[in-house]
C-alpha cells in the first residue's frame, strides 16, 4: 500500500464526515470528484487539530501491518490529551495493537511498533507514558 493511500485511509478514519462533506464540496462541473493530492491531504492534517502521523509512522503502521481502527485512532488520541494535560512534550502510548510514540505539542505520531518490535526495546527521548 502506498503512503498516499494509507493517508487517505486515516483521513477517513480520523474524520469521516469531514471526509464526505469535503468530497461533495470538491465535485467539478462533470460530476466527477477531483482527486485531492497527498499534499493537499497531508495540509489539512497539519492544520487540524486531530492526531495525525508522520511519514515514517505512516510507514512504520504498513511496514508492521498495524491496522488501527476508529476506536483505536480515538484512544490514541485521548490518551495524547491526556499527557497534553500533564505537560508532556513526547508520549509512549501503549496499546494492545502496539506503541506509539507521540510528539505532543504537534499532535504527530512519530513512529509506531507491534508488539513483536517492542520487545527488548529500549523507548528514549519521551517524557511520559500513556497506557490505554
Do not use: C, W
Not at 471526509?19 to 499534499?39: I, L, M, R
Not at 487540524?48 to 476506536?71: G, T, V, W
Not at 506509539?100 to 507514558?129: L, R
Amino acid at each position: 500500500m502506498r503512503i498516499e493511500d494509507s493517508l487517505n485511509k486515516y483521513a477517513s478514519i480520523l474524520n469521516p464526515q469531514a471526509v464526505g462533506q469535503q468530497q461533495k464540496q470538491n465535485v467539478n462541473d462533470t460530476g466527477q470528484q477531483p482527486q485531492q493530492s497527498f499534499a493537499e491531504i497531508f495540509q489539512q492534517k497539519l492544520q487540524s487539530k486531530e492526531l495525525n502521523f508522520s511519514k515514517h509512522a505512516m510507514q512504520r503502521l504498513e511496514q508492521r501491518d498495524i491496522d488501527l481502527s476508529f476506536d483505536d485512532l480515538n484512544k490514541i488520541s485521548d490518551a495524547v490529551k491526556k499527557a497534553e494535560q500533564k505537560g508532556v512534550a513526547n508520549t509512549l502510548v501503549l496499546s494492545s495493537k502496539g506503541a506509539f510514540i507521540v510528539n505532543v505539542g504537534n499532535n504527530t505520531v512519530i513512529t509506531a511498533m507491534n508488539s513483536d518490535d517492542m520487545k527488548e526495546n529500549i523507548f528514549t527521548q519521551i517524557d511520559g507514558a500513556v497506557i490505554i
